[in-house]
C-alpha cells in the first residue's frame, strides 16, 4: 500500500521561529502537492512539485521534493499566527495517477 | 468560478437513518472525488468520478455507502444505516482532470451521528 507519513504530526512554536515538516514515503511519486487546510474548510493547494530536487518559492514557504521523488519538505522562515492549520501532502496512486491520496497532516500552532 | 459547494455543512442524524449529502463542482471541472476526514487526520478516499463513471471506490467502504454523477455534474453520496463510526467531515473536490491539476475543495458537510 503506497502511503504518505507526514511529520511531526504536531507543532506548536512562537511566532518568527523557523520550521520544517517532512512528508516521507518508500514509494516513488511523479510528483506531490502541499494542501493548508483551516478548521471548517476544505484544503486549498499551496504548490505542486513534479522534478526530483526541485525547489518552490512560495513567501516565506519554501517546498523541496527529493532527489529520489519519494519524500518533500516544507520550509517555514519566521513563521506568523496566520500560518496556523493543517498542512497536508498528497501524491498520485501508483496504480491510477489520477487517484489522488494525503498524508494524515502535520497540524501547525504558531504563538503570538 | 463560484467553487465547490457542498449541501448541507452540518448534518446531525440518528444511528440507522439514511442521509444523503450533495456536492456541486467547478463547472468544468470532469473529474470530482469524494474524501473522509475524522479530526486530526488527513482526507480519507472515498471515490471518484471522470464525468458521470465512477472510476472507484474505496475497498475500505461498505455496500451502505453510495455516489452518482447522473449527469456528469452534481454528486451525491448515500449513506444507508448510519453507524456512530460514520461521523466524519465528507469533503469533495473537483479538478479538471489534466496532468497535476489541482484538487479544489469544498468546505465540507460535517456528519455527527447519535
Known amino acids: 500500500t503506497q502511503l504518505l507519513e507526514q511529520s511531526p504530526q504536531f507543532l506548536s512554536i512562537q511566532e518568527g521561529e523557523n520550521l520544517t515538516v517532512y512528508c516521507n514515503s518508500s514509494?516513488?511519486?511523479?510528483?506531490l502537492q502541499w494542501y493548508r487546510q483551516e478548521p471548517g474548510e476544505g484544503p486549498v493547494l499551496l504548490v505542486t512539485?513534479?522534478?526530483?530536487?526541485e525547489v518552490k518559492k512560495l513567501k516565506r514557504l519554501t517546498f523541496q521534493f527529493g532527489d529520489a521523488r519519494k519524500d518533500s519538505s516544507l520550509h517555514i522562515t519566521a513563521a506568523q499566527p496566520g500560518d496556523t492549520g493543517l498542512y497536508l501532502c498528497?501524491?498520485?496512486?501508483?496504480?491510477?495517477?489520477?487517484?489522488?491520496?494525503f498524508g494524515k497532516g502535520t497540524r501547525l500552532h504558531i504563538l503570538p | 468560478d463560484t467553487g465547490v459547494s457542498q449541501d448541507p455543512r452540518h448534518k446531525i442524524t440518528k444511528r440507522g437513518q439514511n442521509v444523503t449529502f450533495r456536492c456541486d463542482p467547478i463547472?468544468?471541472?470532469?473529474?470530482l472525488y469524494w474524501y473522509r476526514q475524522t479530526l486530526g487526520q488527513g482526507p480519507e478516499f472515498l471515490t471518484y468520478?471522470?464525468?458521470?463513471?465512477?472510476?472507484?471506490k474505496s475497498r475500505l467502504l461498505s455496500d451502505r455507502f453510495s455516489a452518482e454523477r447522473p449527469k456528469g455534474s452534481f454528486s451525491t453520496l448515500e449513506i444507508q444505516r448510519t453507524e456512530q463510526g460514520d461521523s466524519a467531515m465528507y469533503l469533495c473536490?473537483?479538478?479538471?482532470?489534466?496532468?497535476?491539476?489541482?484538487?479544489?475543495f469544498g468546505n465540507g458537510t460535517r456528519l455527527t451521528v447519535t
Open positions: 512539485v513534479v522534478t526530483g530536487g
Open positions: 473536490a473537483s479538478s479538471q482532470g489534466l496532468g497535476n491539476s489541482p484538487l479544489h
Open positions: 468520478f471522470q464525468n458521470e463513471a465512477q472510476l472507484e
Open positions: 514509494s516513488v511519486f511523479s510528483s
Open positions: 498528497a501524491g498520485p496512486d501508483m496504480n491510477r495517477d489520477d487517484k489522488i491520496i
Open positions: 463547472s468544468e471541472h470532469n473529474r
